[in-house]
């Protein structure tokens, strides 16, 4: 049996349970202290306060002979592994050249549709084969396991075309297969209106809803359906029409709403069940209850507000009214080429004005069930899978206090200890 203890831990951090946190329940979270965590074959089997167990892995004391490895965690934080449940993980080149039209002031929207932004991305995938990516989120996993993230969900959407969308989720279906952080796949084929259709939106919406979702779903390549609901790229009503077909194939929903324009996004998500929208920057009140009538989770991408110059989603509202806050980095080469979560640590403090604890909720539990993991992880509790970070931090105050370094000291994925700084 693989087993792993980890001892004199300084504070252990964790939400508990296997749903979303709303509310003052965002608050709430498991504080240990002197603490010490035991894993067995990639679980939580355990943990508690004072003397760690002297059952390691079956033998007395554990060490060599038993196969338990021991980790000294002098004093350290722990937290549950950060699930960043929003990304656009797959994607050929970046776009450092738009650097100047941002300065310029251009608007994000107006790029899009002079023919850049996303579309000079899906240029650049649609001509990049599929090692090429593999090699290139491979990379970006490898980065994002460095600053803490365990489990990550990953979009397509920069194809927008059949053979460049399988191509994407072949992608993420091999790195969930090789690398250690878990991924939820997401088919985004209404990213935006591919430059073949221009003039032929309605064609391009009966080819995602009659060929492309069912061909996915077919091919089991994606949990979700995902669609850019904005101005000038899908409306509300367009939203609807390819999330049912995509609920129609198994495929559950999940909304880009209310990023630069409330267009009605928020209000269907509540209405059809959508597990998640996401952005929700300018999301009105009516939004906000349609979800929490819902049920559906709030993903904030506080790093793109932040990229984009934008304001900052209205958090405070949304858990005042019962609605499930989640946070995600946004990870994309547009908006926000970030994809470190203990960024988005500092943002939803400073930024959203949440305690450390709804943000600690947000990023592990929350961000679990905003993809639909919340039975398996974004806690520590036994029975859940091993997934942990050991922080360079004595507590959670620091973590949301210092910026800009890397305070992740020892990720355990699964059990294993699978990434040391420092
Ligand atoms: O979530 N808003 C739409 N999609 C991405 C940006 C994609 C891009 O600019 O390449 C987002 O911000
Ligand atoms: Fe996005």
Known sequence: M????????GMLATPE????????????IRILRNAWILCEDGLIAGLGEGE???????????????????????????????????THLIFGGWRQYEMEQKLKGVPYLDILAS?????????ATRSATEDELYDKAKQALDEMLSFGTTTCEAKSGYGLDEETELRMLRVI???NEDHPIDLVSTFLGAHALPPEYKDDREGFISLLCDKAIPEVANQGLAEYCDVFCEKGVFTAEET????????RCGLKSKIHADEIEAIGGSQLAGEIGAVSAEHLIVCPDEGIESMAKGGTAACLLPATSFYLGASFAPARKMIDAGVAVAMATD?????????????VINLGCLRYKLTPEEVLTAVTLN????????????????????????????DLNYICYRLGSNLAWQVVKSGIAVKKNG
């Not at 023919?115 to 240029?123: F, Y």
């Open 367 to 394: 961000g679990a069930a905003a993809c639909g993991r919340a039975e398996s992880r974004g806690s520590i509790e036994p029975g859940k899978l091993a997934d942990f970070i050991i922080w360079d931090a004595p």
């Open 115 to 123: 023919g850049g932004g996303i579309l000079s991305t899906v240029r």
């Open 52 to 86: 760690a167990p002297a059952l390691c892995g079956g033998t007395p004391g554990g060490g060599d002979a038993s196969g338990c490895e021991v980790i000294d965690a002098g004093g350290r934080l722990v937290t549950p592994g950060l699930v960043d449940a929003h």
């Open 2 to 9: 693989a087993a792993l203890l980890v001892k004199n831990i």
């Open 17 to 28: 349970g296997r749903s979303a946190k709303r509310g003052k329940e965002q608050g709430r």
């Open 173 to 175: 279906k091999r790195l």
């Open 331 to 343: 990870f994309n080469p547009g908006s926000c080429p970030c994809l470190n979560m203990q960024f």
């Open 240 to 247: 609807r029409r390819i999330l049912l077909a995509g609920q």
